[in-house]
Nanobody
Framework: QVQLVESGGGLVQAGGSLRLSCVAS??????MGWFRQAPGKEREFQSSVNWGGVTYYADSLKGRFTISRDNAKNTVYLQMNSLKPEDTAIYYC????????????????????WGQGTQVTVSS
């Protein structure tokens, strides 16, 4: 059974940092990524990384977030720095068996597996 389990969310003050983790079990994936969803908004792409280490980021992040993965541990990480109140959202891990293009990596439909999400709250 395929399962993605996120951890590392929490409450942090503006300007602070958090590191999210997502462990995949039951399968290995070519592409793993992070999305977030704020109340009343659509789920939006943050970042993705493929098996070979190629990364993509949402343009809005401006270098504040860094994605990485440990293939041996089947785990993907999202290091989030200089957090802002507008980063408050539920963050979801997603995985795809395909190697996604720049365009497709931003499409929720390109991912076949999703985690339950972890809440990130940034206070001002």
């Amino acid at each position: 059974q395929v399962q993605l389990v996120e951890s590392g969310g929490g409450l942090v003050q503006a300007g602070g940092s958090l590191r999210l983790s997502c462990v995949a079990s039951g399968s290995t994936f070519n592409t793993m990524g992070w999305f977030r969803q704020a109340p009343g908004k659509e789920r939006e792409f943050q970042s993705s990384v493929n098996w070979g280490g190629v990364t993509y980021y949402a343009d809005s992040l401006k270098g504040r977030f860094t994605i990485s993965r440990d293939n041996a541990k089947n785990t993907v990480y999202l290091q989030m720095n200089s957090l802002k109140p507008e980063d408050t959202a539920i963050y979801y891990c997603a995985a795809s068996y395909g190697i996604l293009s720049t365009k497709n990596s931003r499409d929720t439909n390109a991912y076949s597996s999703w985690g339950q999400g972890t809440q990130v709250t940034v206070s001002s």
